[in-house]
């Protein structure tokens, strides 16, 4: 009978995998633990000093010990991600008790859902409006300390116009993707406070664990500030900016963005490519973008239509992409080699700094994508 000349090494590292998850299970033991305590003591999710110095520090020991500084790096974070899941339902710390109730018009929706959610584990009673609501709105706004605006980006003034008669200490906020034209509604419907918010990312979000939330002051900050600590406490990044430049970034960040992820998509529908050939064919940074673009054609169109159609502004920076984009196709039509190339460097020279930065996070990216795609083995 022929030995396994790997059998035995094979066995210890199955009994190191063993014990690696039997750390883990460690871990996320005491992280409910310090869960229970942060929710007690209304400490934040996320600490990003304390995450940075930790991380700093196992690299420093990891690599002492011969082991790959951005390996244990990679399994830290990973870890981290799992831990800041376990803390979200823990509870929070009510920052404002004696605020009253909280209605979210929107609420049944998917991102007022989210919020729903996060005030109620944080302790405040909180009331849902939706369309066939309206008749009970003033019972519901009568001792309303919060009323949060979740609604279309084509319905939020709207339905902002039809707040008048909150209580005067009320916070009344919107958490829609454009904030000039709601922050200014909201300053004409209410006279009390008033903040225009922005969650950066979509309701199937985990938890809020370093998640950027726009802020944009309204009036009486010292009002609401409770507000984002409370949001602060979730986890979340506040990012207070000026309205009109938010909508101004907004334009790039996101309307440009979808609206090229859309003709993309169209384009290669209307190419009819074997999608399956496509992904066997690509390797993880054109996996990625595929996904990319599919991703966006998983998702409600009415919103996406909604957030490019938000701004005459979006138009006119899509027309002059457009415009761009046909004059490096004429380039290219000329066989025009030195131009495009000056082009590059040009756009290379603006990014600066930044290019280094981004190719570093990207390889990144890619190599999480290459360790799901399993094109290796798994024993190393």
């Known amino acids: 009978m022929k030995l396994d000349p790997l059998g035995k090494l094979r066995d210890k590292i199955d009994d190191v995998d063993q014990q690696l998850v039997d750390l883990l299970a460690q871990r996320l033991a005491l992280v409910a633990e310090v869960g229970d305590i942060k929710s007690e003591h209304g400490l934040p999710i ?14 420093e020991e990891a690599e002492s ?6 390996l244990i790096e990679d399994v830290l974070r990973r870890v981290m991600r799992e831990s800041y899941a376990s803390e979200k339902d823990s509870g929070f710390k009510t920052v404002k008790p004696d605020l009253g109730r909280i209605v979210v018009i929107g609420g049944a929706g998917k991102l ?5 959610r996060m005030f109620r584990l944080s302790g405040y009673q909180v009331d849902i409006l939706e369309q066939g609501d309206w008749d009970n709105a003033d019972a519901l706004f009568a001792n309303a300390g919060l009323v949060v605006v979740s609604v279309p980006i084509n319905l939020t003034e709207t339905i902002i116009a039809k707040l008048s008669r909150l209580p005067k200490d009320c916070v009344l906020a919107d958490i829609t993707s454009i904030k000039n034209k ?5 300053l004409n419907a209410h006279q009390g406070p008033v903040v225009g918010l922005h969650p950066m990312f979509g309701p199937d979000v985990g938890n809020l664990a370093k998640q950027v939330i726009v802020c944009c002051d309204g009036r009486a900050k010292e009002q609401y500030q409770w507000l984002l600590e409370q949001m602060q406490i979730w986890g979340a990044r506040i990012y207070d900016v000026d309205a009109k430049q938010h909508d101004e970034a907004m334009t790039l960040i996101q309307a440009l963005r979808h609206f090229t992820t859309f003709v993309y998509g169209a384009h290669l529908a209307e190419e009819n490519p074997d999608i399956q050939q496509l992904l066997d064919l690509s390797s993880p940074i054109y996996r990625l973008e595929l996904a990319m673009v599919g991703r966006l054609f998983a998702q409600d169109p009415t919103l996406y239509a909604d957030i490019i159609l938000a701004s005459d502004n979006n138009v006119a920076m899509i027309r002059r992409y457009a415009e761009r984009f046909m004059q490096a196709a004429e380039m290219l039509e000329r066989n025009d080699k030195q131009g495009f190339i000056r082009s590059f460097e040009m756009v290379s020279d603006w990014f600066g700094d930044y290019s280094t930065q981004f190719l570093q996070e990207s390889r990144n990216l890619l190599l999480q994508a290459n360790d799901n795609r399993q094109f290796f083995g798994a024993e190393s």
């Open 46 to 59: 996320y600490v990003p000093e304390r995450e940075t110095a930790m991380l700093e520090k196992r690299r």
């Open 182 to 186: 709601p922050l200014q509604a909201m």
């Open 112 to 116: 007022g859902m989210l919020f729903v």
């Open 65 to 70: 010990k011969g082991v790959p500084g951005d």
